[in-house]
């Protein structure tokens, strides 16, 4: 399986971004798709999931600002960002829980996407 994000960049406070992450591979099932973030000297900490069903998480510090999403094979995960602050700045990682094979439990991650909130 294989993660591929984009869309990070350099934003404005304020501004807006959207990232995707396309999953390609052996994948049997999906259980869900999410977005986790890692700041300069801070641990990794979601930031939105979405699964199957449709059910969605997200981080107290996004609510309201961030969406996530899934594209119509429910193999692209969308995460769009509104209202983007300074402290948003960080690596964004795309992850995947699902099967490989239906026997073989998945947990994996995307290369990372850099989000930089900056005047």
């Known amino acids: 399986v294989q993660l591929q994000a984009c869309g990070g960049g350099l934003v404005q406070p304020g501004g807006s971004l959207r990232l995707s992450c396309a999953a390609s591979?052996?994948?049997?099932?999906?259980?869900?798709m999410g977005w986790y973030r890692q700041a300069p000297g801070k641990q990794r900490e979601l930031v939105a999931t979405?699964?199957?069903?449709?059910?969605?998480d997200f981080a107290d510090s996004v609510k309201g600002r961030f969406t996530i999403s899934t594209g119509n094979a429910k193999k692209t995960v969308y995460l769009q960002m509104n209202s983007l602050k300074p402290e948003d700045t960080a690596v964004y990682y795309c992850?995947?829980?699902?099967?490989?094979?239906?026997?073989?439990?998945?947990?994996?991650w995307g290369q990372g996407t850099l989000v930089t909130v900056s005047s």
């Open positions: 979405i699964t199957s069903g449709g059910n969605t």
């Open positions: 992850n995947l829980r699902g099967r490989s094979t239906a026997s073989n439990i998945y947990n994996g």
């Open positions: 591979g052996s994948i049997f099932s999906i259980d869900a």
